[in-house]
């Protein structure tokens, strides 16, 4: 089993709608991160957790760090926010690396 | 601006080649890491460097090796021992020591077999 989930894998919205993306993870962590992955590969880090919530424009990034899940949503979705969302942790075990979720791969349509 | 800098964009390999792939960075950040992503699964550490002139394993250094002679650039080698290299190779960097801070990622060097 994989130490972080992501759900759904794949999702589809119409613009304008409201979108939530999941990550669960079953190990001990320092802080998690929320990651873009473009269509051409490059990734741009969106937020860094470690509790409460944090907000960046139309993206809120939330953690619970009891129930171990965190969420990414998107607030009046756009075809440009289409792209694969990376939930990554720092285990508390391992320093600076990151483990990685396997992405949830979204696609708005216009 | 900085950044981190991967070349090239597109890479191929013969059987029996090794291959480098390069990557520089700006931020004047103490740790560097290579990553590979292969398709439905998560991006998995190759090696990581979190000084100059030292790295470390990552999960998967089978195939691979890695120097770090200045604080700058970290290149990968992907030798002919690597028998399924075609992947997408992702490089990053972070301040070290400093869990708060994230992680700096390039543009990605895509590899494939001829």
């Known amino acids: 089993k994989n130490e972080v989930e992501q759900s759904p894998q794949n999702l589809t919205a119409q613009e304008g709608e409201f979108i939530t993306i999941n990550c669960s993870y079953s190990v001990g962590i320092s802080a998690l991160h929320w990651l873009q992955q473009h269509p051409g590969g490059g990734i741009v880090s969106l937020f860094m957790l470690s509790s409460g919530k944090k907000k960046h424009g139309r993206l809120i990034a939330t953690i619970n760090i009891q129930e171990k899940h965190s969420s990414l949503h998107i607030t009046a979705s756009h075809p440009r926010d289409s792209a694969v969302y990376i939930c990554a942790v720092k285990k508390k075990s391992s320093g600076d690396k990151l483990t990685f979720g396997t992405g949830t791969r979204l696609a708005v349509r216009p | 601006d900085g950044g981190i800098t991967q070349s090239p964009k597109y890479l191929f390999r013969k059987e029996g080649q090794n291959v480098t792939l390069s990557c520089e960075q700006n931020?004047?950040?103490?740790?560097m890491y290579w990553y590979r992503q292969d398709p439905g699964q998560g991006l998995r550490l190759i090696y990581y460097s979190q000084i100059v002139n030292d790295f470390q394993k990552g999960d998967i250094a089978e195939g691979y090796s890695v120097s770090r002679e200045k604080k700058e650039s970290f290149p990968l080698t992907v030798t002919s021992a690597q028998k399924n290299p075609t992947a997408f190779y992702l490089c990053?960097?972070?301040?070290?020591?400093?869990?708060?801070?994230?992680?700096?990622f390039g543009d990605g060097t895509r590899l494939s077999i001829l």
């Open positions: 931020l004047n950040h103490d740790a």
């Open positions: 990053a960097s972070s301040i070290q020591g400093l869990w708060n801070q994230p992680q700096h």
